[in-house]
């Protein structure tokens, strides 16, 4: 069966640490991967998209890769603050053509001061 | 300005009734969507159009009722709301279909039935 798995559901981190999340997926073929924020009682908020064919993006302390090899995404927060703990979301586009966005149930990162 | 709003924030109802969740963007996207996020933090599509035409309808039991007066605006009208149908509403737009592109979401619709 198709699944998309984000492996913590929680993640503690000292703030100035690197945090990393991982996104794995299964029986998806996925064009394209995307992350998103999510603060308790607001609506989930767009971080960075990547293309199957592109190994890394990144914006500003923000880092995603890529593995089709793996099927796996990894989102990096670098000298993590406390304002950066939120839940955070993968999405997969599962193939070419008028697909939805697939999530993951999240990760919530808590960086403590 | 507000990109995606919604209408209303908290929705308490019985069990039954018929309710309405409106939903706007000022963005001038071509597309919008309806997610429910359940009780366990699951974020699933319910419905997405283009330009006022259904284009994806997953699985939502058919007393869900998308309604798109004009692109800029998506409502969601439930009939007969089970206790089931408590979870967050969020309305959504894009500039392009699928997962191509950024997703906008408005701040979610609470929707409690009791």
């Known amino acids: 069966s198709q699944k998309i798995e984000q492996n913590s559901e929680a993640l503690n981190i000292q703030e100035g640490k690197t945090a990393t999340l991982t996104c794995n997926y299964t029986?998806?073929?996925?064009?394209?991967l995307q992350w998103y924020r999510q603060d308790p009682g607001r609506g989930p908020v767009f971080l960075l998209l990547?293309?199957?064919?592109?190994k890394e993006k990144r914006k500003e302390r923000l880092k995603v890769t890529f593995d089709t090899t793996l099927k796996q995404s990894l989102f990096h927060i670098t000298a993590s603050q406390p304002a950066d703990s939120a839940t955070y979301l993968c999405?997969?586009?599962?193939?070419?053509?008028?697909?939805?966005?697939?999530f993951g149930k999240g990760t919530r990162l808590s960086v403590i001061a | 300005d507000t990109a995606v709003s919604q209408t209303p924030k908290y929705l308490v109802t019985q069990m039954g009734n018929d309710k309405s969740i409106k939903c706007e963007q000022n963005?001038?996207?071509?597309?919008m969507y309806w997610y429910k996020q359940d009780s366990k933090k699951f974020l699933k599509i319910m419905f997405s159009y283009n330009n006022k035409e259904l284009i994806i309808n997953e699985t939502v039991p058919n007393r869900f009722s998308p309604k798109s007066p004009d692109k800029a605006h998506l409502n969601l009208h439930i009939n007969s709301l089970e206790l089931g149908d408590s979870a967050v509403y969020f309305c959504?737009?894009?500039?392009?279909?699928?997962?191509?592109?950024?997703?906008?979401f408005g701040p979610g619709t609470r929707l409690t039935v009791l």
């Open positions: 999405a997969l586009v599962p193939n070419s053509g008028n697909t939805p966005l697939v």
């Open positions: 990547i293309r199957e064919n592109e």
């Open positions: 959504a737009s894009s500039q392009r279909t699928s997962g191509r592109g950024e997703q906008f």
């Open positions: 963005l001038g996207h071509d597309t």
């Open positions: 029986n998806y073929s996925p064009a394209y």
